[in-house]
């Protein structure tokens, strides 16, 4: 378990952090450097939702900036709003 924590942008608290940087890019470090691992946790399954529901493929390079773009609203902006047709699954 890594001794990193930060004190998170999305939840405003001081929680652990991820053990590295989610990927090498100026916003990859920027996640590391104030994101917890709960929050990462939870973009996680909101990009799951994103790829299925607007059939996102993460190879493809203007779907990738889509992608990015959500996530930086999600953690720093003003939060991510799912699609509008969006049905939460019933469990």
């Not at 890019?25 to 990009?47: F, P, R």
């Not at 390079?61 to 930086?72: A, F, P, R, T, Y």
Request: aromatic content about 12%.
């Amino acid at each position: 378990m890594s001794d990193h924590k930060v004190f998170c942008a999305k939840l405003k608290q001081e929680l652990p952090g991820l053990s590295e940087p989610p990927f090498d890019t100026d916003l990859g470090k920027k996640v590391y450097e104030q994101i917890s691992q709960k929050a990462w946790d939870q973009w996680m399954e909101y990009c799951k939702m994103l790829l299925n529901e607007y059939r996102l493929n993460p190879a493809r390079k203007q779907d990738q900036e889509v992608i990015v773009k959500q996530m930086e609203q999600f953690f720093f902006g003003e939060g991510a709003a799912p699609p509008a047709q969006y049905v939460p699954p019933t469990h």
